[in-house]
C-alpha cells in the first residue's frame, strides 16, 4: 500500500493540473475578471513545476479520468466523494 505522503503528493499534482485546467478555460470566457494578475501567478507556478507536458488540453475521457483519479485520492485522504473544489 502506498504512505500518505504519496498519495497527498499524487492529489497535491492532480488538484493543479485540474485547476489550471478550469483556469484557462474561465479565463477565455471572462477575461474582464478582477483577480486575473494573480490567477496568472499561479498558473505560471503550476506550468514551471508540472511542465507543460502534464497540462492539457485534454480528451473528454483524459478529464474524466483526471476528475476520478482526484475525486478516489481525496476520497482515501478522507474527502467524501466527488469532492472537486480546487
Given at each position: 500500500?502506498?504512505?500518505e ?31 486575473v494578475?494573480?490567477?496568472?501567478r499561479?498558473?505560471?507556478?503550476i ?26 485520492l ?13
Open positions: 500500500m502506498r504512505d505522503e504519496e498519495i497527498t503528493a499524487a492529489e497535491d499534482e492532480l488538484s493543479d493540473r485540474v485547476w489550471h485546467e478550469r483556469h484557462l478555460t474561465l479565463m477565455g470566457q471572462r477575461p474582464e475578471r478582477t483577480d494578475e494573480a490567477a496568472e499561479a498558473a505560471n507556478a506550468r514551471q513545476e508540472l511542465g507543460e507536458g502534464k497540462l492539457g488540453p485534454y480528451t473528454d475521457f483524459e478529464w474524466g479520468e483526471l476528475n476520478g483519479k482526484l475525486s478516489a481525496r476520497w482515501v485522504l478522507g474527502a467524501e466523494w466527488d469532492s472537486l473544489d480546487t
